[in-house]
């Protein structure tokens, strides 16, 4: 077998194996050796009872010459783990192969909670996992959107306004120029209350082992600061702003700065003060439904 291909097999992170046309693993790589703790040479030492459904993924990869995904159930010893890939042919010699890499589908989620916490704001983010057509493979959305509830597939473009279309569309084409940076915007969206203006955040990443996609972060974007410090007075049932910094405990400068300059407060600010006057956060961040949890 190619020396070439084997140095290569063995320096990916991903579980590989290099199969023939009837399933016989020809190579396994040291990532799935070290999971698998046993030298395998037959899928279903792999596989297990997906064994049969798996080989004729292989051979219908092989026959077509085309990439085919993978997406089964192994048993790692510790418990059953959906594990998802790609199979792509090769010929060697005359000879019809194919390279098979996968992963756990945990690792694919780490992977992208991991982006979200690191570019995430705020609570009220609304998290979105998008692929090239722009339909939602995975999302989290509060509860004043009207995707909550849905299952994916759907795409965003039903909540944005139809005058917001094409600035949204280039922001999906900027984000594609620039792999991993974000690109904002403001666009109306339509949300249960009512419009809305809202802050996207666009982040592109290409990946050809798990699909080229965008992650995608929403939250109303109103004029929070003045609007919150005025529900927080209410909270609290104060009416000026010496007032209030007493009951936040920091000096009545600090709030003074934040109404002057229209930045963002703290968010310890809002905790406490939900906590203290047992508010619910959406109505103190962003004025949206009820004052008061129910009972």
């Not at 993924?57 to 790609?86: C, M, Y």
């Not at 666009?202 to 929403?218: E, H, K, Q, S």
């Not at 009416?239 to 009951?247: I, Q, R, S």
Request: net charge negative; hydrophobic share 40%.
């Amino acid at each position: 077998m190619n020396n070439q291909i084997i140095d290569f097999m063995n320096m990916v992170s991903q579980y590989g194996l290099i199969l023939d046309f009837n399933g016989v693993i020809l190579h396994c790589n040291p990532p799935l050796q070290d999971v698998l703790q046993y030298p395998v040479s037959r899928l279903d030492e792999v596989f297990g009872n997906e064994a049969g459904s798996v080989l004729a993924k292989i051979q219908s990869a092989i026959t077509s010459r085309s990439l085919t995904a993978i997406d089964v159930e192994i048993d790692f010893g510790d418990g059953i783990h959906p594990i998802f890939g790609q199979i792509y042919p090769l010929e060697i010699e005359d000879k019809y192969l194919a390279i098979m890499l996968f992963h756990p589908v945990d690792t694919l989620h780490r992977l992208e909670n991991a982006l979200f916490d690191r570019k995430s704001k705020l609570p009220t983010d609304c998290r979105w996992i998008i692929d090239e057509n722009y339909k939602t493979l995975k999302f989290t959305a509060d509860e004043d959107c009207i995707f909550n509830g849905r299952n994916p597939g759907f795409s965003l473009f039903e909540a944005i306004q139809e005058k917001d279309h094409n600035l949204m569309f280039a922001a999906f084409e900027k984000a594609i120029l620039s792999p991993g940076e974000m690109i904002t915007i403001t666009v109306d969206a339509q949300r249960k209350h009512g419009i809305c203006r809202v802050e996207a955040d666009i982040i592109y990443l290409a990946d050809m082992f798990y699909g080229n996609r965008y992650f995608v972060m929403t939250r109303p974007a109103i004029s929070r600061t003045l609007h919150i410090l005025t529900r927080m007075a209410e909270a609290y049932q104060v009416e000026n702003d010496k007032d209030l910094a007493v009951c936040l405990g920091v000096v009545s400068s600090a709030i003074s700065n934040v109404r002057t300059n229209n930045r963002e407060m703290p968010d310890t600010w809002l905790v406490q003060c939900c906590l203290d006057c047992k508010i619910r956060f959406h109505w103190l961040y962003g004025g949206i439904g009820e004052k008061f949890f129910e009972g």
